[in-house]
């Protein structure tokens, strides 16, 4: 916890500490007076400072050499106050350090020693000895309590903060697993389709080859039908690749979610859906999800918006997507109200022009717009 940040605050606190203290408690009353006095109250506070850089290395024993030179001001009556508290600085580092019962006893040693200083050499009353000794006690009970309460939140904090890391890389762990165990999965899928389709085809092929000078109408109709199967299973194909590609591919379903938090971001997003997204292969739906996602992002990132609304619309041959925000726009525009494209946005037109389709972002009179739309494959 120690840093050199702390070793130069710990040595301007002590700076300026120090000699504000001394003159609070009348500490500085020499028989000289006046100047000399400021001038002893600087010397300890400058060597006291001078100490405290060396804090993040070797704490304990700056505390130790910062006591003996608070003793040896008081020893010359050079200064008539102070014990534990000019040494504040060292004591919060040996106990950040982890040393609190080093802090404890060499604390309580010290208040002893100068009480019984004051009362001996000191020719203090005892009144004043057993104030002092009282004050110097509740100012070392309250600085360990602190700092040891401060260390422990820091510590239960980096706790907590390292549970939740090695609880999320536990779920990545998973995540991927189930990832692992679902393309498993699909790669069967795959193998099914491909020689389901393979079988079909090749029995209605013999069955046109054999009706083909005999009965013409029937090899026709046996060849539309090895199409019809064709096409079906490039489509399933294309999915299930498509899956392979991506790994994970969200659902259209997950949208709403997509929209719930960009929500708890403070912006009004409103999700409206026309015709029926049960038929769109999963690279057009991985697509139309992305689009919409980084649609969202760059609107919470870059469009100062405070409305959102994302329109979808099903139809038999492609999916239209259109995001429109009230803001001041998700890219950047040039000078002559040219839209500069963002990453985001060049990999959005990327992806729709992959799948055969097309998108257009830009301003309008009210906001910013993206509009993408993308073929329902059927080859």
């Known amino acids: ?195 389901h389709t393979l079988a079909v085809v090749g029995v209605h092929l013999n069955v046109a080859l054999d009706a083909f000078d005999a009965e013409p109408e029937e090899a026709r109709a046996s060849m539309k039908l090895a199409q019809e199967v064709r096409n079906r299973a490039m489509g399933d194909l294309k999915s299930l690749v498509g899956v392979l590609r991506e790994g994970e591919v969200p659902a259209l379903e997950s949208l709403e979610g997509l929209a719930d938090q960009v929500r708890a971001a403070g912006l009004r997003v409103s999700v409206t859906e026309f015709g029926d997204p049960a038929d769109v292969p999963a690279p057009v739906a991985t697509a139309v999800y992305r689009v919409v996602q980084e649609s969202l992002t760059n609107t919470v990132r870059h469009a100062g918006a405070t409305r959102v609304v994302v329109t979808l619309r099903y139809s038999p041959t492609r999916v239209v997507v259109d995001v429109h925000d009230d803001g001041s726009g998700g890219a950047g525009s040039g000078g002559d109200g040219s839209i500069v494209d963002g990453h985001g946005i060049a990999g959005m037109r990327e992806r729709v022009a992959a799948l055969g389709g097309a998108l257009t972002a830009g301003p309008g009179k009210t906001g910013f717009t993206v509009r993408a739309s993308i073929p329902i494959l059927a080859d």
């Open 1 to 195: 916890m120690l840093t050199k940040n702390f070793t130069y605050v710990a040595a301007a606190l002590t700076l300026v500490g120090v000699p504000a203290g001394i003159a609070v408690t009348g500490g500085d009353v020499t028989p000289g007076g006046g100047v000399e006095d400021a001038i002893f109250a600087g010397t300890l506070a400058c060597w006291l400072a001078l100490f405290a850089l060396g804090l993040q290395r070797w704490p304990r024993g700056i505390l130790i050499l910062s006591l003996c030179g608070v003793f040896a001001m008081r020893g010359a009556l050079l200064v008539h106050s102070g014990a534990v508290w000019p040494v504040t600085a060292a004591l919060v580092a040996v106990v950040l350090a982890g040393h609190l019962r080093f802090a404890a006893v060499t604390g309580s040693v010290a208040v002893v020693w100068f009480a019984l200083w004051d009362a001996t050499a000191g020719q203090r009353s005892a009144d004043w000895v057993l104030g002092s000794l009282g004050g110097e006690a509740l100012w070392l009970a309250a600085v360990l309590a602190g700092v040891t309460a401060y260390r422990n939140s820091v510590r239960w904090r980096h706790e907590v903060a390292h549970r939740i890391a090695q609880d999320e890389s536990q779920r990545e762990i998973d995540a991927r697993r189930r990832r692992a165990e679902e393309r498993v999965e699909i790669a069967r899928d795959l193998h099914d389709v491909v020689s």
